[in-house]
């Protein structure tokens, strides 16, 4: 590993890794293009395209979609490739396809059927990036370093999701809503470069990852697949965090196709104040990645995305009371306070998978879990863009956030209460498929 070890660092941490450095940067950067683009989308759907509240749930629905397509299979492959190279082609192939939408608009061709397919498609390159990216990042530090590692990385998004609506909301103001894109065009470029010159200590390749020496020659892809996803169904923690993300991503991915519609067209807001209020949840990430810390320190891994997800999740509902003048103050407080509740909760739990997976399965572990996580996303965003048309946008998101809520209750597990930390491990013998096999061909314990 790039300088992971035991001894005490200055201040900055992880961030004095090359490897690591460059990781955190490029990410940084394509973070901010993708928190544009989260606004920049939609308002080319709203404002250029004059689309429906359905089709704006359409348009939300096929970036999801790809993860109940290829979700599963993209940790059998990640698990066999090399997840750097495999991040590098996925910021090459999505900077092409968000730079062809300003192009297409400049050449007067643009369409609402063009968005889909880059959704789509720019969907189908993030899933083996971020399934990559799980794999990559324990291959960088060392496993006591996991939760310094994520939090870092969930700051900086945070941050980026902070600033990106803004800029996107300011960007399409001055330039217009498609010009807004290129921003992040540019940003994968930028983490591609990065990536590119990121070169782990020990990895010949630049793989990012510790590839086995030899592999069974009789292991199938389908057979990988159904290793990762016995391992996740048949663990309590495993199981029971991916059904509680999957039922609070279900609403929160309806809540996100309808905010912008709801503060374009109900609230009454310009794109620049759309950009503003957009970045709130980014502020509560920075709070929650800054609050990770101490909070598991004092309390506990368990614990802790207990208290987040009860405590600060709820405050969602303020959100519907959204209007013109103070009436902002609603969103402001409800998304700040319940986006650092999701924010601790993310970094647990990432921390938690990267360090509990058996050895040779952190992908398959990982695209099983967003396999039933953001599978839930399509139909959350249809959901909402049906709502939104047949009882209002400001009622869909009472009975959407009011989702997010409940879905706090499905962690009130026999696995989870009375526990201060989450395991680092699967019990000896307990959770480990059958079938899967160490680089040696020897069965996991």
């Not at 250029?48 to 397509?69: D, E, K, M, N, Y």
């Not at 590098?88 to 396809?97: M, P």
């Not at 370093?145 to 969930?154: A, D, F, P």
Request: charged share 10%; glycine share 14%.
């Amino acid at each position: 590993m790039d300088g992971a070890g035991g001894n005490r660092r200055p201040a900055g941490g992880l961030l004095w890794q090359r490897s690591f450095r460059l990781l955190w940067f490029g990410e940084t950067i394509s973070q901010l293009g993708n928190a544009m683009a989260v606004v920049g989308v939609p308002l080319v759907a709203v404002i250029v395209l004059h689309a429906s509240v359905v089709v704006v749930g359409v348009l939300a629905a096929a970036g999801w979609l790809p993860w109940l397509v290829i979700g599963l299979p993209a940790g059998a492959w990640v698990d066999r490739w090399p997840a750097r190279r495999v991040m590098i082609a996925c910021d090459l192939v999505s900077a092409v396809l968000y730079a062809s939408v300003p192009v297409a608009a400049w050449a007067g061709v643009l369409s609402t059927w063009l968005v889909v397919v880059v959704q789509l498609a720019g969907g189908a390159a993030s899933v083996l990036f971020m399934t990559a990216y799980q794999v990559y990042l324990p291959s960088l530090v060392a496993p006591g370093e996991l939760i310094e590692g994520n939090t870092k990385m969930q700051g900086s998004a945070s941050a980026a999701a902070f600033a990106g609506p803004g800029l996107a909301g300011v960007a399409a103001q001055l330039a217009g809503a498609v010009t807004a894109l290129l921003g992040n065009a540019v940003s994968f470029l930028v983490s591609a470069a990065c990536l590119v010159a990121a070169r782990p200590a020990g990895s010949g390749s630049g793989s990012g990852r510790v590839r086995p020496a030899s592999r069974d020659r009789e292991t199938t892809l389908r057979r990988e697949m159904a290793d990762g996803l016995w391992l996740v169904l048949r663990d309590p923690f495993l199981r029971q965090l991916s059904t509680f993300w999957a039922a609070a991503n279900l609403a929160l991915t309806g809540y996100a196709a309808l905010l912008v519609v709801f503060l374009v067209r109900v609230v009454g807001l310009a794109p620049g104040s759309v950009g503003l209020l957009t970045a709130v949840p980014g502020a509560g990430g920075i709070i929650g990645a800054l609050l990770t810390g101490r909070i598991t320190a004092r309390l506990g891994t368990a614990r802790g995305l207990l208290l987040s997800t009860w405590c600060a999740v709820p405050f969602g509902l303020l959100i519907p009371l959204t209007g013109p003048g103070w009436r902002l103050g609603f969103y402001v407080a409800g998304a700040l306070t319940a986006y650092t509740g999701i924010a601790v909760g993310n970094v647990i739990i990432a921390a938690f998978r990267q360090s509990y997976s058996p050895p040779g399965m952190c992908g398959r572990v990982t695209a099983t879990m967003r396999f039933l996580i953001f599978g839930t996303s399509p139909l959350g965003a249809l959901l909402g863009g049906a709502l939104g048309s047949w009882l209002g946008v400001r009622p869909a998101l009472w009975i959407l956030l009011g989702a997010v809520a409940w879905s706090g209750t499905l962690l009130a597990t026999r696995a989870l209460l009375g526990r201060r930390d989450l395991p680092v491990a699967p019990p000896r013998g307990g959770s480990v498929p059958p079938a899967a096999t160490s680089p040696a061909g020897r069965r996991i314990a």
